[in-house]
């Protein structure tokens, strides 16, 4: 099956959009996943941290599912959420859409640009609970928020929340960013463990002023990524509840792979987040790909986007500058 690819990434948070409204691809729930695993392979001609599918929707202007590269399926991803609400707006000549996701339905809108030249977009992330049960997380109280679980860490106080992806938020300084305990902390909180069934996204925060946090996550079903938008978005709703940064204003997200601008609100004790950064494509492809065998697969001349990979480089170089002054 030849399959038309686009390589795009959100704050170097890498995909392969697959767009199923202009195409008729018609895969198997096995297919999808078994594509994840084989495309999205770092070792092979190709390589990210997931797929985008672009389907119809009945109730919004299109619909976004994402898989991991281990081949599970993500319930909203942030990053990947701002390429499709590009792919989608233009494709339907659109400046808002409402993307269909797996638990909400989510507006997105083009944006000014974040860094000179830079396609921009505006995705909601939503909906936000501090409920254990909606992680889920094994706990003996109906939240965290704040504490300790010695038998995690007995250093970092920790913060669960679903955006609707599940994290688990640490405020740390810089000496814990470079050691390995997040590594060793998100690796057995994603493999068999007494807290967390079904895994879940590990994030440290490393304040820097008002208004500018740091922000490094290990992906549930990736591991260490350039960022993770969702992630970014809850790390944004920690720093205001601690009284770093305030509700309605900008905070500027910085990551290893460029910067996010995200905004909390809060309406009738409701919180949703602005996440703004953003949708870059790097390449287009065609795969040829034996359906029974994925990862055997051929392709066509990469057509590379060389003027938006150039620019999103100089976005890079001065959110690197940022960091090396106030890490």
């Not at 993307?99 to 939503?126: C, G, H, R, W």
């Not at 895994?199 to 549930?220: A, D, M």
């Not at 950064?277 to 990862?295: L, Q």
Request: net charge negative.
């Amino acid at each position: 099956m030849k399959i038309d690819l686009i390589k795009c990434h959100g704050s170097g948070n890498d995909f392969f959009i697959i767009d199923e409204i202009s195409n008729t691809y018609d895969f198997t729930e096995n297919q999808r996943a078994e594509l994840a695993k084989a495309l999205c392979d770092r070792s092979s001609d190709l390589g990210a941290d997931g797929i985008l599918y672009v389907l119809k929707s009945e109730i919004a202007d299109a619909r976004m599912r994402v898989f991991n590269p281990d081949g599970s399926e993500a319930s909203m991803c942030g990053n990947g959420l701002r390429c499709v609400a590009r792919y989608v707006c233009e494709l339907l000549g659109l400046e808002e859409a409402i993307i269909e996701t797996m638990k909400a339905d989510l507006q997105v809108k083009k944006q000014e640009d974040i860094f000179e030249n830079i396609p921009t977009y505006l995705v909601e992330i939503s909906p936000v609970s501090f409920k254990v049960k909606d992680l889920p997380l094994h706990h003996d109280k109906e939240t965290l928020i704040n504490e300790k679980i010695s038998k995690i860490s007995e250093e970092l106080t920790f913060t669960a929340l679903s955006v609707p992806n599940p994290h688990f938020i640490a405020i740390v300084e810089k000496e814990q960013v470079s050691s390995d305990l997040q590594k060793n902390i998100s690796e057995y909180l994603n493999g068999p463990n007494e807290f967390f069934p079904d895994g879940v996204n590990v994030s440290f925060i490393k304040p820097l002023k008002k208004g500018h946090i740091y922000v490094r996550t290990f992906e549930r079903g990736v591991g260490f990524t350039n960022a993770c938008g969702t992630a970014m978005s809850a790390s944004t709703l920690v720093t205001c509840m601690n009284g770093l940064n305030d509700m309605q204003e900008p905070v500027e997200v910085y990551n290893n792979g460029g910067k996010v601008r995200c905004v909390v609100h809060e309406k009738n004790g409701k919180q949703s987040i602005d996440l703004i950064g953003n949708a870059s494509y790097v390449y287009r492809c065609e795969a040829d790909v034996n359906m029974e065998n994925p990862v055997e697969f051929t392709l066509s001349p990469k057509e590379e986007y060389n003027d938006e990979i150039k620019q999103y480089a100089k976005l890079q170089e001065h959110a690197q500058q940022f960091l090396k002054e106030w890490m």
